[in-house]
């Protein structure tokens, strides 16, 4: 079976009291619980995995590199100034989707900048839950594209 890897970044295990008016009232647990669904329709399996430490999250990246078939992150406010992060997706080597609750390209001009966007092969934004989903549905793709291409 197909594993992926949800990953969060810095404020995000604050998703249920954070800012209601950007971002849904969901916790993180009930958010992941979601995907988790969503990834078992497909077959999938998901581990999930929070942190509000770079060095965190780049260690994750790299273990996934191991045993994942790609990665869905959210990195929050890191993936506007984070060039580790940027590389750590890069060497994972698997397809790997963006994706905000918020319309970043909508609010202030500092996030408006994605600087992990150049080793992600799509991303989504301003969504909500529902991003996830197709955020899932572009990974699939992307997966599906990479195994055409070994054949
Ligand atoms: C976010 C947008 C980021 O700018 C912000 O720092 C977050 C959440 C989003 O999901 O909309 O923490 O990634």
Redesign the pocket.
């Known amino acids: 079976m197909k594993e992926i890897l949800l990953l969060h ?4 295990n604050a998703l249920g009291r954070r800012d209601p008016e ?2 849904p009232r969901i916790t993180l647990p009930e958010l992941e619980a979601r995907v988790r669904a969503w990834a078992g329709e497909r077959r999938w399996g998901l581990r999930a995995f929070q942190s509000n430490s770079e060095g965190a999250l780049i260690d994750a990246l790299q273990e996934a590199a191991e045993w994942a078939a790609g990665a869905l992150v ?4 890191l ?2 100034s984070s060039y580790a992060l940027h590389d750590a997706l890069l060497d994972l080597s698997r397809p790997v989707i963006e ?4 319309a ?1 390209s909508q ?1 202030e001009p500092w ?1 408006r900048v994605s600087v992990i966007r150049p080793a992600c092969r799509g991303f989504v ?1 301003g969504r909500g839950v529902e991003g996830y989903r197709l955020a899932l549905d572009l990974l699939a793709a992307a997966v599906a594209e990479d195994e055409e291409g070994e054949r």
Not at 74 to 77: E, I, K, Y
């Open positions: 970044g810095p404020n995000l950007i971002y959210n990195l929050g406010a993936t506007h994706v905000h609750l918020s970043i609010r996030r934004e």
